[in-house]
Nanobody, 126 residues
Framework: QLQLVESGGGLVQPGGSLRLSCVAS????????IGWFRQAPGKEREGVSC????????KYADSVKGRFTISRDNAKNTVYLQMNSLKPEDTAVYYC???????????????????WGQGTQVTVSS
């Protein structure tokens, strides 16, 4: 069964950090660009970050630049999202998704992606 599984979410105070993981099973992520998305209650799902299949190219939404870092370990079939200096407005369900091209071009478009995880909740609150 082809699937992505996110983990690492939780409750954190403003200014804190979390690292999300996205593990693929049933396929190898080596040839896939991986995107991270988030969806807050009552809002549309938005693209947060993307990493190309080789890891040589990354993209970030303006709202997270300088605070979030995406990385991948193809040997572990895993992509990470390190989130620092978290703000209450980062509260959302975070999803990873795999797209069967090497590039992050147009990464914010959800229809590009072939596989999605079930999401992990991130809550930033004091």
């Amino acid at each position: 069964q082809l699937q992505l599984v996110e983990s690492g979410g939780g409750l954190v105070q403003p200014g804190g950090s979390l690292r999300l993981s996205c593990v693929a099973s049933g396929f190898t992520v080596d040839y896939y660009a991986i995107g991270w998305f988030r969806q807050a209650p009552g809002k549309e799902r938005e693209g947060v970050s993307c990493i190309s299949s080789s890891g040589s190219s990354t993209k970030y939404a303006d709202s997270v630049k300088g605070r979030f870092t995406i990385s991948r370990d193809n040997a572990k079939n895993t992509v990470y999202l390190q989130m620092n200096s978290l703000k209450p407005e980062d509260t959302a369900v975070y999803y990873c998704a795999a797209h069967s091209t090497s590039s992050c071009s147009g990464y914010v478009s959800t229809v590009r992606y072939d596989y999605w995880g079930q999401g992990t909740q991130v809550t930033v609150s004091s």
